[in-house]
């Protein structure tokens, strides 16, 4: 069969670690037999980001903001540790931090549902959608090490020169400082977004943050939330027959629990990052979360919502086997093929996107799966490969559906 053109390409972001060696098999085994693929690649493993002081990550998110579409692979951000075992020049941030500042979006996590595998809290009978806000707050934060006793002020300079000053704390000796920050309009944005999708997927929607301790940051925060849909969503979502409230933080957490799900919990970026690998890993797997930058402006980068799998990694070094769940991986793709075959009305691609999360699904279904997943499985006499034939056996699904 000709294999399905590609009118314009996906912003193609390579990352680190195991997921990178995912990535190449994947795009091998699942992709580029099928597809005249078309990316504009950038290369955002840690020792391409060191050599380029980190520009490739602006790049690459500037190259989304003209293509539209992104899929990304898995990224290391670097800790001290990280910094000396590769030769680091200095500490660079979250590349996708860097990514949600640059494009302004929500990012939406939802968990992949097979049959077989029940979640870990028995009444969630449908998925539980996080919905994280991609600026500011510690992913952008100042930090600084505080060597003595000392007073520590938070000063704000206004244009005229104007100023406005808060201790932060008076310090007896050595400590630790942190300043974040967040912007009205990102907010505005993350919550338009919120609502917007909540409308379209017709979910209800909670947003949690703690306003009770945070009572100028956080409940900015609430208020902003509060505002836009008080006057712009209010009688839409009671037209659809769906609701918006707020909560604190830790009573979502209690209510999470006792939910069915069907519902968009919506966060604050460190909030989201943490809620949703514990709902990801509670639902099934940390490679069963599938993730997607939205962007008010009509902007989507793709990834999966976990980690680059450094353990796998460092035994694939030693030439042992894995069985690394290349599931998530695979979705970043399709969710960005789909994505990309809508923007350029391209139904065959599409199609194809389709297709190849069927035949993964079917495959774990009929019983083939990577380790984490017959772990935990309730199908019966299952057979467990390796990261690569695992692959191959979705391909062999997949060619099957033709």
Known sequence: MAKIKMENPIVEMDGDEMTRILWQLIKDELLTPFLEL?????????????????????????????????????????????VEEY??????????????AILDGTVFRAPIQVKGITPCVRN??????????????????????????????????AEDGSKESVTVHEFDGPGIVQGMHNLNGSIESFARSCFT?????????????????????????????????????????DAAGIEYFYTLIDDAVARVMKSKGGFIWACKNYDGDVMSDMLSSAFGSLAMMTSVLVSPKGYYEYEAAHGTVQRHYYKHLKGEETSTNPVATIFAWTGALRKRGELDSNSELMA??????????????????????????????VTTLNTQDFIKAIRATLTALD
């Open 124 to 157: 969630w009978e449908k998925p539980i959608t996080i919905a994280r806000h991609a600026y500011g707050d510690v992913y952008k934060a100042s930090e600084m090490k505080i060597p003595g006793p000392g007073k520590v002020e938070l000063v704000y300079t």
């Open 197 to 237: 999708y909540a409308l379209d997927t017709k979910q209800t929607i909670w947003f949690a943050s703690k306003d009770t301790i945070s009572k100028k940051y956080d409940h900015t925060f609430k208020d902003i939330f509060q505002e836009i849909f008080d006057a712009e969503f209010k009688e839409k979502f």
């Open 352 to 381: 194809f996107a389709d297709k190849l999360e069927k035949a993964t699904i079917d495959t774990i279904e009929g019983g083939t799966m990577t380790k984490d997943l017959a772990l935990i499985t309730e199908l019966k006499d």
């Open 87 to 100: 030769n680091l020049k200095e500490m660079w941030k979250s590349p996708n931090g860097t990514i949600r």
């Open 38 to 82: 078309n990316t504009e690649y950038y290369d955002l493993g840690l020792e391409h980001r060191n050599e380029t002081d980190d520009q490739v990550t602006k790049d690459a998110a500037y190259a989304t903001e003209k293509h539209k579409v992104a899929v990304k692979c898995a990224t290391i951000t670097p800790n001290a540790a990280r």
